[in-house]
């Protein structure tokens, strides 16, 4: 069984420009929740997706956006990038509609903005 | 306060001893709770989960809950150089279900 892909899994942008990163869950799985780590925030919450639907937000600017096709993958979004954003960004996928908790994470997209 | 918090370490142990990683809690409703180990460089893995009051064991791990005094914790026995990574301790806060809050992690060195 396939595990959860993020593309792409290194990214360098500069300021001012925005990216969109993708995650496949694994097969079955209708719930996607997307992290923020870096070194001295750990990992932040951003958001949680299932069944195309977001039912839950983390305390991000609206610079940060989301989605969730029919197929289950997501794509997030970050437009105007700030330097503070560089992070490592973890998509991981649940396989219960229930409380978010056994989560397998993909290996991540890591961005870098100069 | 923050939601989650663990002692960042390094906690640093000779093989073949017991580790304790603990972790407290501020939502005293959460029924959740997990435990995630992280390898430098690489993604975080879920290596126990704990439900109910009590301990649970899963081979050389133990997660132990304590509800009361919203409080979790997790032994590692016989410790191996292999364990020696970073453990997050993660809670489901209750009325945000959908929202999995992570400690900022204990840096476990377990020394040959």
């Known amino acids: 069984k396939a595990g959860v892909t993020q593309t792409p899994r290194y990214l360098i942008k500069t300021r001012g420009q925005q990216v969109t990163l993708s995650c496949s869950p694994i097969s079955g799985h209708r719930s996607v929740s997307w992290y923020q780590q870096t070194p001295g925030q750990g990992l932040q919450f951003l958001f949680e997706?299932?069944?195309?639907?977001?039912?839950n937000k983390g305390n991000f600017p609206g610079r940060f956006s989301g989605r969730q096709f029919s197929n289950s993958r997501s794509e997030m979004n970050v437009s105007t990038l700030e330097l503070g954003d560089s992070a490592l960004y973890l998509c991981?996928?649940?396989?219960?509609?229930?409380?978010?908790?056994?989560?397998?994470f993909g290996e991540g997209s890591r961005l870098t903005v100069l | 306060q923050k939601e989650v918090e663990q002692n960042s370490g390094p906690l640093s142990v000779p093989e073949g001893a017991i580790a304790s990683l603990n972790c407290t809690y501020s939502?005293?409703?959460?029924?959740?709770f997990f435990w995630y180990r992280q390898y430098s460089g690489k993604s975080p893995e879920l290596i126990m989960s704990i439900y109910s009051n009590g301990d649970k064991e899963d081979g050389r791990f133990t997660a132990q809950l304590n509800k009361a005094s919203q409080y979790v914790s997790l032994l590692i026995r016989d410790s191996q150089p292999s364990d020696s990574a970073t453990y997050l301790c993660?809670?489901?806060?209750?009325?945000?279900?959908?929202?999995?809050?992570f400690g900022s992690g204990t840096r476990l060195l377990v020394r040959p």
């Open positions: 993660a809670v489901n806060i209750v009325d945000s279900s959908y929202k999995l809050i």
């Open positions: 939502d005293r409703g959460s029924q959740s």
């Open positions: 991981a996928s649940s396989g219960t509609g229930g409380p978010t908790g056994e989560l397998f």
């Open positions: 997706y299932f069944s195309e639907t977001q039912r």
